[in-house]
């Protein structure tokens, strides 16, 4: 179940996103694939036209995700999903593995334990689809739109979408 926050896509965008069809790539689940997964992102944003600021946060936002994925899910792959319209881009991040919910707790993790908080903390929308051990396989979905015409940004005009989730 998805809360609201600063920031969640305008609406009707979602909708917009979800009709045209994602450009998709598989990755060997291994860290040596994080560089062709950010290479792919960067490609696709840039076919796009979007703008730095959205790129980058996007590319923060895949690369920890697909990190998630590497260390935690045991999947030998990495699906990762693009999908653009004129204003709002989505990334979705799928492996085969099963969710474990955790919170961090700085004094055991140490830097680590904050990956999904940072890619709510850039994203406008961030859905985690939680892989159980009855049926496998962790999606995550990232959202970024370009601010609105006008100048104001959708996070200064409508709540952030977060998973329930707070740590993987």
């Given at each position: 179940m998805a809360g609201r926050f600063p920031g969640q896509a305008p609406k009707g965008h979602m909708d917009a996103v979800k009709a045209i069809a994602p450009v998709t790539r598989s990755f060997r689940a291994h860290p040596s694939s994080l560089y062709q997964?950010?290479?792919?992102v960067r490609e696709q944003a840039s076919a796009s036209s979007l703008s730095v600021a959205i790129t980058d946060d996007l590319l923060l936002a895949a690369s920890e995700a697909c990190v998630n994925a590497v260390l935690h899910s045991g999947s030998r792959q990495v699906?990762?999903?693009w999908r653009c319209t004129k204003c709002c881009a989505e990334v979705q991040?799928?492996?085969h593995g099963v969710f474990h919910r955790r919170?961090?707790?700085p004094e055991i993790?140490?830097?680590s334990g904050r990956g999904i908080l940072l890619m709510m903390a850039v994203m406008d929308e961030v859905t985690i689809r939680e892989g159980t051990?009855?049926?496998p396989?962790?999606?995550?979905r990232l959202t970024r739109c370009e601010p609105r015409a006008g100048g104001k940004s959708s996070e200064e005009s409508t709540p952030r979408r977060r998973s329930k989730s707070a740590a993987r």
């Open positions: 997964v950010r290479q792919f699906k990762v999903s991040v799928h492996d919170l961090p707790t993790d140490g830097p051990p009855r049926r396989g962790t999606v995550v």
